[in-house]
Each structure stands twice: as structure tokens, then as C-alpha cells.
């Protein structure tokens, strides 16, 4: 692929990535780093790409930890996102949340 | 023409180009997902589908090889990350984030170092088109790498998390740059030699610790955030050094709206992104600022659980403006049973989220989230402020600096500026506090010396607790 056409799509996912971003509430700003933080351990592709090109010891071993360098970044990335953002679903009703709170604090007022 | 077999259709480079054009649709609509609170979750999950058919694109690439090897490096990825990502509490979210960025930054240097290896060992330097990619893969990476390691110290609190500076530090760090930029030159002025890549990528560690090291706590999500932006745009030069379109578009996204993000933060904060770069909270305020005039202050009202309970017995609106302390303490459990209880009493409860409350943008939601407390009684700063003045009670829980008034009267303050949750305008203050100390950024909060302003001393938990335990007697 010739470097102008790389160029013209680099900048234009760039702009695909402005947009995307341009309105995000407070509230989802650390779940959304967190899932492009996971995004940009694509470059574990990278090594999967030149290892088997790439002669000598050495060389195989940098990449085999940059690809799991990449698929930690990719894998926990994602995993940690997922965490974050379970919490946001399945809140219990306000009254099966007033019983269990009026059940507790009996033992806390001890 | 006979009709290929399976595998030579596998390998088909236009099969592959479409497997990546479905990756991409996938990345981008999944990370649209996100942006959406009902289809955030999902959102997330269609990114990493994605993800996993770019990888499965890339493994059918004909020039791929070495299986082993490669199956060797996902399943040691995979056996570090996933106990990492399960177990993480989510109070250390913030840490475990810049540790995945800062491998993504480290994956990114050492595939720049052995494309360039492989190149002089092929005999010369590449064309010009594929090294000045290479090398500013190579700089960003590493600068990603160590930034986003002691980002990672300093939240786990390895490293203190006071702006530590040396005398000099722009000059050095504009040095350092220097050395990295000049090696990059002069490879690309055709220079082969390893030792130069090499002095470059040692340049821009240094650079990377340099940078990050006197930075300030409180400064630290955008930092991480700049950081994954910056691991994004390496990525992306790695592309374009690998003539590969998903590492180039998987990049710039994550380079541009990353950059975004850090944006939103840093005006969340009021601080400008190169003044936070440029070091500290601007050294000289620091001190200034800090513990200097703690002898003159005057003193603090100290108070019990009783007392709290009174007063919030008589309330009609109470805030709770929460902060990381809560969440060290796992006080949000208890936090929601003492609303609960509160709102029984027909008294209005909300809670006041800073932006930056916790250590990172939004983390505060996740962990009250965490604790059931419901959606709408989450008030972001700018919806809360104005009610402060109606407030009858607010209980600082585990917050400090985004509370800390000095932020709007005082002009030397080091966090001059910084928008703050108005909390001293209510009609009483009461501040759960482990000890006197300052905040994470360090600074002396004169909130604690209001006259409407009273301490409850103790761990944020039990002296919630007895406080829920006192006014269950009224």
C-alpha cells in the first residue's frame, strides 16, 4: 500500500475518532478510556505480523513479549471495561433496596 | 480458473481486507456503544469483538508465521491480564488502566526495535517512508511506556504522589528530547546503527519518568489519558512503518479520541494540558500553597457521631460530597443504608460528584454504582452547586481537594481555578477525616477551618456507621 493512501486513511479514521467522542457524559469517561486503552493494544497485530520474518533468538523473544505485552493491554482492557460498566445495570427496585438496608445496619447499631 | 482450496482462500489478501473492514465497523460502533450509559455494556463487547476478528484477519495473513511462538505470547498475555482484570478492586481501577497502557506503549518500542533490526540485518536502514514511522513509534512507545509506569507508582502510591521535581527539570527535560530527536535525525539522515535506536529509546524512558515524576495526584487522570492517546498515535506509526490498516486506524481512534478525552478532563479541571506536561502544579505555588501557613490557621471544630445525627435529624436536604476516602474505606455500602435511612425520615439526599472525584473521571459513579446507589440521585457539579445555598447538611466523606475553597478565593493557590463542589455554602460542613492531613495533591484545605465547618475524626466506615447507628435512636 502506497503512503499517501495510508495517510488519507489515517486521517480520516482520525476524524471517525473525533466523532465518536464528541459527546460523552461524566459519568462514562473512565469506562471509555478504558475501552480505547484496550483498542490500542491492536498493535499485538504488529507482532504477529513481522515475527516470523524477524531471524534470531533475540528478536523472537522481544516480540513474543510484545505480543503479550499487546494481548494484556487488549484482554484486561476489555475485561476491566466490562467490570466497570456491570455496575451500572441490574440496580435493584428502591424497595427491595429499603428492605435490605433497614435488615443491615440492625447488627451495625450494636 | 479451478476453484482454489480452502486454505489459499484463507489467505485470499482481499478476504482478509474485508475481515478487517467488519473489525473496523465493529471497533467504531462498539466504542459508539460506549458513549451511551444503555449501550455502553454492549458497546464494549462488540469492540472486543471486533478486536478478536482483526486478530483472526491477521493470523490468516499469508506472510504470518511462527504459530507457536505467537500462540506462546497471547497465552502468556492472556494469563497475566485476565487475573489482573478480574481482580483488580475497583477502587485501583486508575492504576490498573495506566498498567495497560503502559504495556501497549511497550509492545509498540520493541516492535519498532526489531523491524529495525531486521531491516539492518536485511543490509541498510529502510526507505525513508517506513523509518520516520519507526522511529516515532519508537519514541512514543517508550515515552508511553515508563510515563504510564510511574503514573501506575505513583497511584499505587510506590511513589509518592506529590510532585517530586528536581531544580532544572524543563531544561532536562527539553534535553532529553533533544537527545531522542537528534538520534532519530541522524538515523534518518543515514545513520545505521543500532546503538543510535537504542540511545534513542533510552532517551525517551528517561523522558517518560522525567515528564510523569513531578506531576501531581490529582493531575494524574489526565496524564493517563494524555498517555493512552499518545499509545494510540505510536500504534498508528507502527502502521504505517508495517503497512497495516487496522494498526492504522486502531491507533489514530484511539489517538484522536483519546485526545478528546483528555481535553474534556483537563477542562473538567480547569488546567490546561501543557501546564500540566510542563511539571508539577508549577513548582514554586506548590510550596506556597502547602503546609506553610498550617501555624497560623485557625483551629478546627471537632464533633461525634451524636452530634451528626442531630443535625441531620433536623435536615431537610443533605449532600454527600464523596471522594476517594470513601472508597478506601468501602464506606459506600454503608453511605446508601444511612440515605436510605435519611430519605425514610422524608430528608432529601443526593450526592455531589466532582468530576475528577475518585482518580478519575467518572470513577466516583462506578463505585457508588457499585453500592446500589440509584442513578438519579447522582448530581454532577454543576447541577449541585446551586443548591448548595438551600443545603442544610453536607458530609464531606473522604473528599478534599475538590471541596478545598482555595481553588476560587485564594489567586496564589496552586489549584487556583479548579472548579470545586461550592460545599462551604451550606449551612453546616461536616467533614469525615482519617487524620489532618492534606489532600492527594498535598495543599491545606481551609474549608476545615470554616466557622460552619465541623471534623468528624476516624475511618470513614465506622464513623459512618455510628452515625447511622445514632440516628436509627433518635
New interface residues.
Given amino acids: 500500500m502506497d503512503l499517501l493512501t495510508e495517510l488519507t486513511i489515517l486521517a480520516l479514521a482520525a476524524f471517525v475518532g473525533f466523532e465518536v467522542i464528541s459527546r460523552v457524559p461524566n459519568t462514562l469517561h473512565t469506562p471509555l478510556m478504558s475501552a480505547t486503552n484496550a483498542i490500542h493494544g491492536i498493535v499485538l497485530l504488529g507482532g504477529i505480523l513481522i515475527i516470523a520474518d524477524s531471524a534470531g533468538a533475540l528478536n523472537k523473544v522481544l516480540l513474543v513479549v510484545a505480543i503479550a505485552f499487546g494481548t494484556i493491554n487488549v484482554v484486561g482492557g476489555f475485561l476491566v471495561t466490562n467490570r466497570m460498566l456491570e455496575m451500572f445495570k441490574g440496580r435493584p427496585d428502591p424497595q427491595a433496596a429499603k428492605g435490605e438496608a433497614e435488615a443491615k445496619p440492625a447488627d451495625a447499631a450494636k | 480458473m479451478t476453484v482454489p482450496p480452502l486454505a489459499s482462500l484463507l489467505q485470499e489478501p482481499d478476504l482478509i481486507s474485508a475481515l478487517y473492514i467488519v473489525a473496523f465497523v465493529l471497533?467504531?460502533l462498539?466504542?459508539?456503544g460506549?458513549?451511551?450509559?444503555t449501550t455502553?455494556?454492549r458497546?464494549?463487547?462488540i469492540?472486543?469483538v471486533g478486536?478478536a476478528v482483526?486478530?483472526i484477519a491477521?493470523?490468516l495473513?499469508e506472510?504470518?508465521?511462527?504459530y507457536g511462538?505467537?500462540a506462546?505470547?497471547?497465552a502468556?498475555?492472556?494469563v497475566?491480564?485476565?487475573p489482573?482484570?478480574?481482580q483488580?478492586k475497583?477502587t485501583a481501577?486508575?492504576q490498573?488502566?495506566a498498567l495497560?497502557?503502559g504495556?501497549?506503549g511497550?509492545?509498540?518500542a520493541?516492535?519498532s526495535?526489531?523491524?529495525y533490526?531486521?531491516a539492518l540485518?536485511a543490509g541498510a536502514n529502510p526507505e525513508l517512508?517506513k523509518l520516520i514511522p519507526i522511529l516515532l513509534a519508537a519514541i512514543i512507545g517508550s515515552v508511553s511506556f515508563w510515563g504510564s509506569n510511574v503514573a501506575f507508582g505513583k497511584l499505587q502510591e510506590l511513589l509518592p504522589g506529590k510532585p517530586i521535581s528536581l531544580p532544572g527539570q524543563q531544561f532536562l527535560n527539553a534535553a532529553f528530547l533533544l537527545v531522542a530527536l537528534g538520534a532519530a535525525v541522524a538515523i534518518a539522515a543515514g545513520e545505521e546503527s543500532e546503538g543510535l535506536f537504542l540511545l534513542i529509546l533510552l532517551a525517551a524512558a528517561v523522558l517518560g519518568n522525567m515528564v510523569v515524576l513531578p506531576i501531581g495526584g490529582a493531575d494524574m487522570p489526565v496524564v493517563?489519558?494524555l498517555l493512552?492517546a499518545l499509545?494510540?498515535v505510536?500504534?498508528?506509526a507502527?502502521?504505517?512503518a508495517?503497512?497495516?490498516?487496522?494498526?492504522?486506524?486502531?491507533?489514530?481512534?484511539?489517538?484522536?479520541?483519546?485526545s478528546?478525552?483528555t481535553n474534556?478532563?483537563a477542562n473538567?479541571m480547569n488546567r490546561s494540558i501543557p501546564s500540566i506536561v510542563a511539571g508539577g502544579f508549577g513548582g514554586v505555588a506548590t510550596s506556597a500553597g502547602g503546609g506553610d501557613d498550617d501555624g497560623e490557621a485557625p483551629p478546627v471544630h471537632s464533633t461525634d457521631a451524636q452530634s451528626v445525627a442531630i443535625a441531620l435529624s433536623y435536615a431537610d436536604k443533605v449532600v454527600v460530597a464523596p471522594g476517594y476516602g470513601l472508597a478506601v474505606a468501602q464506606a459506600q455500602h454503608?453511605v446508601?443504608?444511612l440515605a436510605?435511612?435519611l430519605e425514610?425520615r422524608d430528608t432529601e439526599v443526593s450526592y455531589a460528584?466532582h468530576?475528577v472525584a475518585g482518580r478519575?473521571?467518572?470513577?466516583m459513579?462506578?463505585l457508588l454504582?457499585?453500592a446500589?446507589v440509584?442513578?438519579e440521585a447522582?448530581k454532577?457539579m454543576d447541577e449541585i452547586n446551586p443548591e448548595f445555598e438551600h443545603t442544610n447538611v453536607t458530609l464531606v466523606i473522604g473528599a478534599n481537594d475538590v471541596t478545598n475553597p482555595a481553588a476560587r478565593d485564594v489567586t496564589d493557590s496552586p489549584i487556583y481555578g479548579m472548579p470545586i463542589l461550592d460545599v462551604d455554602k451550606s449551612e453546616k460542613v461536616i467533614v469525615f477525616k482519617r487524620s489532618m492531613s492534606t489532600g492527594f495533591a498535598g495543599i491545606a484545605n481551609p474549608l476545615f477551618h470554616n466557622e460552619n465547618t465541623e471534623l468528624l475524626f476516624g475511618d470513614a466506615k465506622a464513623s459512618v456507621?455510628d452515625v447511622?447507628?445514632e440516628v436509627?435512636?433518635l
Fill in positions: 471497533l467504531i462498539g466504542l459508539r460506549v458513549t451511551h450509559p455502553a455494556r458497546g464494549n463487547v469492540a472486543a478486536m482483526a486478530v491477521t493470523l495473513t506472510e504470518v508465521g511462527d511462538l505467537i506462546l505470547g497471547i502468556l498475555g492472556t497475566i491480564g485476565v489482573a482484570a478480574r483488580v475497583m481501577m486508575p490498573m488502566v495497560f497502557n504495556v501497549g511497550g509492545a509498540v520493541l516492535i526495535y526489531v523491524e533490526r531486521d540485518e517512508e493517563i489519558s493512552n499509545t494510540g505510536s500504534a498508528a507502527a502502521g504505517v508495517l503497512d497495516n490498516v487496522a494498526l492504522i486506524v486502531g491507533g489514530i481512534i484511539v489517538g484522536a479520541s483519546g478528546i478525552l474534556l478532563m473538567a454503608t446508601r443504608e436510605d435511612e425514610k460528584i468530576p478519575m473521571p467518572g470513577h459513579n462506578v454504582a457499585e446500589d440509584p442513578y447522582l454532577e456507621a447511622l447507628a436509627k435512636e
